[in-house]
């Protein structure tokens, strides 16, 4: 492995490049609070961070990623447009920690423009693949957009729509939800036999954790009229798992999700901004008849991305994570600008495993 200071000398120069292209250099502190981030992702990111208390600013989370505290900051003092570089370390959980390293620096580069999505897509991509350099990477991307719109789209409640958009990050929970709303699998046994009892109206629950007898009783009214709820159709499934596969480069998973696109409208929009970001891709010099698209892909990173969605890796390595990745997250300004949203896009490289895989380690 690389020693620290080769390590930092390659992030120094990775945002150099940056800075070049226009960011601004920013900085974030590496104690963050753990509110604003429980409040995005729930307790689920208490597995992937490390959190500690403070008696007087609360419970602290050390740095799981860059994104989020620069969206902050911007939504609070940025002006628009703006470009923003950034290196530091960030600290992830890990189960293997063999493998994979629980501390390790990033380099980033994230824009915030309204203009034009697709050419903002298209710049970070492009300036990412190009300061990675030549060492034999191999591109991914996706579109957590396209399966977004898809879910939106289907003929359920809100309730069940809901739920699929919270765990589209999760697959097999997104799957095992599929399969309960569609009826391919039975609700859980513990769920059945309590809608069998009587109206929640008229029974005392006991007192679970900090839920109130009322909370208790509205969930279980919640649960009652999912369970009264018609099953998501066969052929809409079918749609579903139908875009889950596709796989292609990007020219031939365009002309697949427009041939979906003619059964699921809901769709519609989100194929045209791939088609836009194929456009302003190979304007930039990308070569897209050859870039790799995988619908479902991104789809167990972090959980802001809500659009375009890419990855470099080396092949030949499953033991190394992705090098670079990165995508879109417009809804993420909304709840941090708290009404106010702008478009934006940005990616991070991981200098260490850059500089493993152009040393042939």
Known sequence: MPNKADIRARAS???????AAGALPVETTILQPAEVLLDLYGEDIRARAYVTSDALRGEQMLRPDFTVPVVQMHMEHGAEPAR??????VFRRQEDTVTRD???????????DRSNAAASDAEVFSLIRDALGDCGLVASTGDIGILTAAVKGLNTTDRRKRALLRHIWRPR???ALLDRYS????APAS??????QTSPMEHRFPDIGMRSQDEVAQRIEALREDAEAAPISAREVELIDALLNVRETLPYALEHIRDLAVDMPAITEAMFRLQERIEALAARGVDVDNLGFEASYGRTSMEYYDGFVFGFSAPGRPDLP???????Y???????GQGREIPAVGGVIRPGLLLSVEGGA
């Open 84 to 89: 923003y570089t950034y290196s530091g370390e």
């Open 13 to 19: 120069s990775l945002r150099d490049t940056f800075e």
């Open 191 to 196: 769920r059945t036999e309590l809608l069998k």
């Open 183 to 186: 009826g391919r699998s039975p």
């Open 322 to 328: 992705a090098i670079a990745t990165g995508g879109r």
């Open 173 to 175: 929970r997104f799957r």
């Open 102 to 112: 629980n501390e390790y620096i990033q380099v980033g580069f994230e824009v915030f």
């Open 330 to 336: 417009d809804a993420l300004t909304r709840v941090l």
